[in-house]
């Protein structure tokens, strides 16, 4: 796409991104008003919906990144406001990798028990950090699992269901 | 490893005593007489700290010494009790799950308003020893000297006032009650709506609100702050005598109670397994009306009365039956 | 004022219940323990302890339970220095200095630095306490929803200062966050946005929702590093380095009173909680500093703000409790079930006839903040190791733990769920660069904006000269504007300061240039 002599580009994830947060927006915007247009309940979200809406208006310019744009790899000072995402390709699928096993690990601790879940997930976790030798693998996760149940049985006042322990 | 037979089995059974071998016979009766066996988790609708978990806990040790197993106090609070009351409905029917909870206006309130995926009918109550009255009060501050002034000043101007109350409550419930029996459109108050007992009581004691209509057992330890104008009972409440009767005003208006709080189970569990039903229902009785929990809880203003479960349910039943006849009040 | 017959009579049960001293320690340990575990907030470490608590007699009960308090209000900050996991909403702005200042390799200072801050904050709210537990009694009550509408807004006011690289996705995040902060049913009875779910009934949990969002941003990344920290000489625990942490508090005062007088007078109100107390005072803090642009960067001054206004919060909270039987927050719920399990009821009557118990409690706190200086030391030296283990021991064992952590706030797997799903909205802010403090404030702060905002509207019949009859919302507005124009006023001078700084410098340079050239 040209514009003004640039060549730009779509950033599609970010278009997604966007797209997202709006439609979740607009639904939740909807919902309140089809339980009661009353003051009492609109008189916040409304204008802080349509506030919303109106800044999702003023991204999209930015959602059209310029093509020639050079990628700035400096090593900036840690900032916790404005953390960043690493780039190299082998940490981004580490990432990932280990933001799927945190779903699947979730979903799974009432299906499989607990323990079991744990465990997986901790020996998960351990691979996708680099740890190759199977018994430290076996051995700390197993570690792992039997003093998390036994450690937050004693914390909290609610049972969890486990297969073994 | 070995397989017993019928007749083996019930031979060992007959040397070990009575117990299993009835079983095959009786198996109600002597289900109940080797009941209970465990530990026995009290469900608790609320977070630690309120009525309820207080009165569990209190109450605990001697309804421990009459089950003869230790009580498990499990706290499930959220969604206006709809979370604890499912969960409690969900565990086997083995009397192994009591709940301790404010029947009303809770399981009611769920019912109508939450779409909750129970019945009033599944519930039944043991015993509802604490009732809760809706209170009508203002700071002690205030002008204000009685209530038959706050309808006059309301019925000349419904915005005059501040109105401090909880939405889709049975307190919220006798407030419009009463507007409409005095003929003042409900709609035109200036009504200022809280998520909870506690911050209504607040607003009411340091002046907020000119006058709050809130669950009146809570303004306990604020007594000093706040002045009493009309309290929502048939007779004078013992936890509060100082404060006038609604029907003292002058003002003929239906109510519905505030909080019927005490024990309950499944009903599904008196039904299928009676005998376990009846030494939960023998059990509470009795530490009811054990003199050391009756001092012990009186002390802690935490009420022991045994009112039975024909007395409780029907009181239960019948409160639940008016809120859900005005339930159109209770939607805000 | 003090009563100094009540007072010497307080000092006379300080001595002869020397037996339940005992418990502080104890007390101050399961507090540490349980508040550094992610997800586990003060007001669980406390239901959980709650009924260990009623075989004790009535004052070794109330040191126990305290010292739990006291120690869950300092244990929060060491995930959040350490790992940039906030134990609670009550440690969030802490991770903004305090894991910037870890990046760099000085944790042992930044917990020096948020102990002392949290002990010596800690003791000044209740020496005050000491002096106004009666009157502020009185005030509390006198705080109504326009003044906490404007106290929230206030934290709001945090935003402003987080600077984002993009101020329409910071607003849109900001708002975005406060819509989800007011899903479920509102103080009007209206239930929104929760797809029929009865868990969202009550809102999103904000301590999952919490740890998802910070969690995609920092605790999955660790999984392509060796340690937390990159620098290998960074990894050190030093007792030398923790107490010049701890010495360094001293060299602001400014910092801590102001943090105290925020974080007091925020815990004093019922039902607000030192969540808010924590934002403000580091808003505060780092608007009104010289060196405001290291904020974030590892300025200890952040980490000193945050963290008094969380120890304060504990006095005030107490305040209310004591004085007027209603609890600030879900720790003083559980305190006052407790006074009640004991047969006493907290309230006017009480601090009337039983002042010399009230005292003897007080003492008895600002003891256990002294004695917390001492075991916190040591808890920080332990849990300081996690810096010096290999991250493919440390995330795992992290991840399980925040996880439970979270599944033990409702004992349901609402929480953990909650916990994923908002990882993956946390990974798609960080990648887009929207910042995700901003939907974390506004998770924080929206229910109380919108209760608040509901109830101002609702009292003043929608009339805005309604705060002209409310001296203290006017007051607390007045003190906001003046900060912030004393703010933009400094900002202005600092910029032309550095103006001239620059020129200076320029002149220098070409001068030295020019001298160069010579040669």
């Keep these: 796409m040209r514009f003004r002599g640039n060549e730009y580009r779509v950033d599609g994830g970010h278009v997604l991104f966007v797209s997202l947060i709006a439609a979740a927006i607009i639904w939740y915007l909807f919902d309140a008003r089809g339980v009661s247009t009353s003051i009492n309940n609109l008189l916040l979200i409304q204008p802080v919906a349509i506030f919303a809406l109106a800044m999702v208006v003023l991204i999209i310019p930015q959602l059209f990144v310029r093509a020639d744009k050079v990628v700035e790899e400096k090593e ?14 082998v940490q981004v699928i580490k990432m990932l990798t280990l933001g799927a096993a945190l779903g699947v690990f979730v979903f799974a601790l009432n299906v499989i028990g607990f323990d079991i879940a744990i465990f997986l997930f901790a020996a998960a976790t351990m691979l996708v950090c680099g740890e190759r030798r199977p018994l430290h693998i076996i051995a700390f996760s197993a570690a792992v699992a039997v003093v998390a149940i036994y450690g937050f049985r004693a914390l909290m006042p609610y049972p969890m269901f486990t297969a073994i322990l | 490893m070995k397989q017993f037979t019928r007749r083996e089995a019930l031979k060992l059974t007959a040397a070990g005593g009575l117990v299993a071998g009835g079983s095959l016979a009786m198996p109600g009766i002597v289900r109940a007489a080797s009941y209970p066996t465990r530990p026995i988790n009290v469900i608790v609708p609320f977070a630690t700290g309120g009525y309820n978990d207080r009165l569990s806990r209190a109450f605990a040790p001697y309804l421990e010494k009459e089950l003869g197993q230790p009580l498990v106090i499990i706290n499930k609070p959220g969604a206006g009790t709809q979370l604890g009351h499912t969960y409690a409905l969900q565990q086997p029917n083995d009397g192994y799950t009591i709940l301790c909870t404010s029947a009303s206006p809770y399981i009611p309130l769920t019912v109508l308003l939450q ?9 039944w109550m043991i015993n509802l020893p604490s009732r809760d009255y809706t209170l009508a009060a203002t700071s002690s501050d205030s002008s204000i000297k009685d209530f038959k002034q706050v309808i006059d000043m309301l019925k000349k101007d419904p915005s005059s006032l501040s109105i401090g109350v909880q939405p889709a409550s049975a307190d919220y419930a006798n407030m419009v009650l009463t507007m409409q029996a005095v003929g003042i459109d409900p709609t035109k108050l200036r009504v200022v709506t809280y998520d909870g007992g506690g911050p209504a009581r607040n607003a009411t004691a340091g002046a907020q609100v000119d006058v709050g209509f809130v669950g009146g057992e809570g303004f306990i330890p ?10 929502y009972a048939a007779e004078t409440v013992s936890w509060f005598p100082e404060a006038p009767l609604i029907s003292a005003s002058g003002i003929k208006t239906d109510m519905v109670e ?20 009846k030494t939960i229902e023998n059990a509470v009785s009795k530490a009811s009306q054990d003199p050391k929990a009756v001092e012990a809880l009186k002390l ?11 007395a409780s349910n029907k009181a239960f039943l019948d409160n639940a039956a008016k809120m859900a006849r005005y339930v159109d009040l209770l939607k805000s | 004022m003090i009563d100094f017959p009540a007072f010497y009579d307080a000092l006379g049960i300080m001595a002869t219940s020397a037996g339940s001293w005992g418990w502080i320690v104890p007390g101050l340990i399961v507090g540490l323990v349980f508040s550094a575990v992610p997800g586990v907030s003060i007001t669980m470490a406390m239901a959980i302890v709650l009924p260990m608590s009623l075989y004790m007699d009535f004052f070794s009960a109330i040191v126990f339970l305290t010292s739990v308090y006291t120690g869950a209000g300092f244990g929060g900050s060491v995930p959040a220095i350490l790992m940039n996991i906030p134990g609670s909403p009550s440690s969030y702005a802490t991770t903004f200095d305090g894991y910037a200042m870890s990046k760099k390799g000085q944790h042992n200072e930044a917990l020096g630095y948020a102990l002392f801050a949290s002990t010596i904050c800690g003791i000044l709210g209740y020496v005050l306490l000491l002096f106004v537990v009666e009157p502020l009694a009185g005030i509390v009550l006198k705080i109504g929803p326009v003044e906490m509408f404007a106290v929230a807004i206030w934290g709001m006011l945090l935003l402003g200062s987080l600077g984002s690289k993009y101020v329409t996705r910071g607003l849109l995040a900001a708002a975005f966050g406060v819509l989800l902060g007011t899903v479920g049913m509102n103080t009007a009875g209206f239930i929104r946005g929760t797809m029929g779910l009865p868990v969202l009934l009550d809102g999103i949990s904000p301590i999952p929702a919490m740890i998802g969002l910070l969690a995609a941003g920092q605790l999955l990344t660790l999984a392509g590093k060796d340690y937390i920290l990159d620098a290998e000489e960074a990894r050190s625990v030093s007792v030398k380095k923790i107490l010049a942490g701890c010495w360094g508090t001293m060299k602001y005062p400014g910092v801590l ?42 300025n200890p001054k952040g980490v000193i703000a945050a963290e008094s206004a969380v120890a304060s919060a504990e006095g005030g909270s107490m305040a209310t409790m004591l004085a007027l039987g209603i609890p600030g927050g879900g720790a003083t719920a559980i305190l006052l079930a407790a006074f009640m399990m004991h047969n006493i009821v907290p309230g006017p009557s009480f601090i009337e006839t039983q002042k010399p118990m009230v005292y003897a409690i007080i003492l008895n706190n600002i003891v256990q903040a002294i004695v917390l200086l001492v075991v916190g030391i040591g808890f920080i030296y332990v849990a300081s190791n996690v810096v010096k283990v290999r991250t493919r021991y440390i995330l795992p064992a992290i991840l399980v733990i925040a996880t439970l952590g979270t599944y033990a706030v409702d004992g349901s797997p609402s929480g953990p769920i909650t916990l994923f799903i908002f990882s993956l909205i946390g990974f798609a802010l960080v990648r887009y660069e929207y910042p995700v403090a901003a939907v974390v404030v506004g998770i924080l702060l929206g229910r109380m904006l919108e209760t608040e905002f509901l109830r101002s509207y609702q009292l003043s019949a929608g009339n805005p000269l309604y705060i002209l009859q409310r001296p203290g919302a006017m007051a607390i507005v007045g003190i906001m504007l003046l900060s912030l124009a004393m703010t933009a006023w400094g900002k202005r001078k600092q910029a032309k300061q550095e103006a001239e700084e620059e020129a200076a410098m320029q002149a220098l340079h070409r001068e030295e240039l020019a001298t160069a050239g010579k040669h």
């Design chain 1, 76 to 89: 900036e000072e840690y900032d916790p406001l404005a953390p960043k995402l690493p780039t190299d390709r």
């Design chain 2, 115 to 123: 779409q909750a995926p129970y019945k009033n009918e599944d519930f």
């Design chain 2, 222 to 231: 604020l007594k000093t702050k706040i002045k009493p104008l009309a309290i």
């Design chain 2, 258 to 277: 505030g909080s019927q709080r005490g024990w309950a189970v499944s009903a599904k569990l008196k039904a299928e397994a009676p005998d376990v039903y």
């Design chain 2, 300 to 310: 802690q203003d935490l009420a022991t009365t045994w009112y039975g479960p024909e």
């Design chain 3, 257 to 298: 009173i102001r943090g105290s007088i925020i974080g007091i007078i925020i815990g004093a109100v019922p039902g607000v909680g030192s969540s808010v107390g924590n934002l403000i005072a580091y808003a505060e803090t780092k608007r009104t500093s010289k060196d405001s642009a290291s904020f974030g960067k590892g």
